[in-house]
């Protein structure tokens, strides 16, 4: 089945620590999104990739990093610098450019 | 300034009747408007996608884009119980850069 895995679907995490999200497709789509939702609230963008080790900083990338080793992975890493990252955590993936963009189901990290 | 604009409701309207959600841009060479539904808890699925100023439908559901008044609607026609939902307006700013409104809550009233 073609579409994108984000991993896991729950995560728990200790005060100081990083943690890693994972994200693959299997649509060989380009282009690759991070997103961070809160309760109540829209979407906004923390990182994005157009292509392979390539990607940009999105308007609260503050706290976070990214790779883009392979086409079909965007892991996605929450530091211990992100002071209130309990949040459901969305990346979605598109075929390049101007085009839709679809997304995985999500992870929803807290922070205990 | 927030870069795409929507009313957060939410907006109540009876089953059977018109829902017209509004989105606002302020990148004027945006060139991609999409439009998503995100039941709660779930991801956002696509609607939508609209490209050049008119008219686009599909089924029950048409989006409207007006690029001189940086303007993007979506109406539902015979709203149903189940179209109860968020709606997000999504813009693309760049040719990558993919930016969402704070979505509208709609509600159908059986």
């Known amino acids: 089945d073609g579409g994108i895995t984000q991993s896991p679907k729950y995560l728990f995490r200790k005060e100081g620590q990083n943690v890693t999200l994972s994200c693959e497709q299997n649509?060989?789509?380009?282009?690759m999104y991070w997103y961070r939702q809160d309760p109540g609230q829209g979407l906004r963008l923390i990182y994005y990739?157009?292509?392979?080790?390539?990607?940009q900083k999105g308007d609260i990338a503050e706290g976070y990093s990214v790779s883009r080793e392979k086409k079909e992975s965007f892991p996605l890493t929450v530091t211990s610098a992100q002071k209130n990252p309990t949040a459901f955590y969305l990346c979605?993936?598109?075929?390049?450019?101007?085009?839709?963009?679809?997304f995985g189901q999500g992870t929803r990290l807290t922070v205990v | 300034q927030k870069e795409v604009e929507q009313n957060s409701g939410p907006l109540s309207v009876p089953e059977g009747a018109i829902a017209s959600l509004n989105c606002t841009y302020s990148d004027r060479g945006s060139q991609s408007f999409f439009w998503y539904r995100q039941y709660s808890g779930k991801s956002p699925e696509l609607i939508m996608s609209i490209y050049s100023n008119g008219d686009k439908e599909d089924g029950r559901f048409t989006a409207q884009l007006n690029k001189a008044s940086q303007y993007v609607s979506l109406l539902i026609r015979d709203s149903q119980p189940s179209d109860s939902a968020t709606y997000l307006c999504a813009v693309k700013e760049s040719s990558y850069k993919l930016i969402f409104g704070s979505g509208t809550r709609l509600l159908v009233r059986p």
């Open positions: 649509l060989n789509h380009d282009a």
């Open positions: 990739s157009q292509i392979v080790n390539d990607f």
């Open positions: 979605a993936s598109s075929i390049g450019e101007g085009t839709e963009a679809f």
